[in-house]
């Protein structure tokens, strides 16, 4: 059974930080590109930030320098550090996991998301 836990969410300040970790299970971990995506309420939800079984990242624009993607496959956990929080961070972060088969074969997973509130 495959299972993608969040935990790390909470209510921070404006300016404060955040490490948001995804707990994975029920797959070969090291076969999977990994992703946080976030959904504030009433909108879409967006990809965040990435990275490639490779381990080269991406961001989206307005997370670039600001937040860090990182993977150890030993744990088979990803993690996200969010750095100089604003209000407009407060959305619920899912993490996605799309696994790979040596046949290209790929298979998309959701965590169930974790809460993250910014605010003064």
């Known amino acids: 059974q495959v299972q993608l836990v969040e935990s790390g969410g909470g209510l921070v300040q404006p300016g404060g930080s955040l490490r948001l970790s995804c707990a994975a299970s029920g797959f070969t971990f090291s076969r999977a590109a990994m992703s946080w995506y976030r959904q504030a309420p009433g909108k879409e939800r967006e990809a965040v930030a990435a990275?490639?079984?490779?381990?080269?990242?991406s961001y989206a624009d307005s997370m670039k320098g600001r937040f860090t993607i990182s993977r150890d496959n030993a744990k088979n956990s990803v993690y996200l550090q969010m750095n100089s929080l604003k209000p407009e961070d407060t959305a619920v972060y899912y993490c996605?996991?799309?696994?790979?088969?040596?046949?290209?074969?790929?298979?998309?997973?959701w965590g169930q998301g974790t809460q993250v509130t910014v605010s003064s």
């Open positions: 996605h996991a799309v696994h790979i088969t040596w046949s290209d074969y790929r298979t998309a997973y």
């Open positions: 990275i490639a079984i490779s381990g080269s990242t």
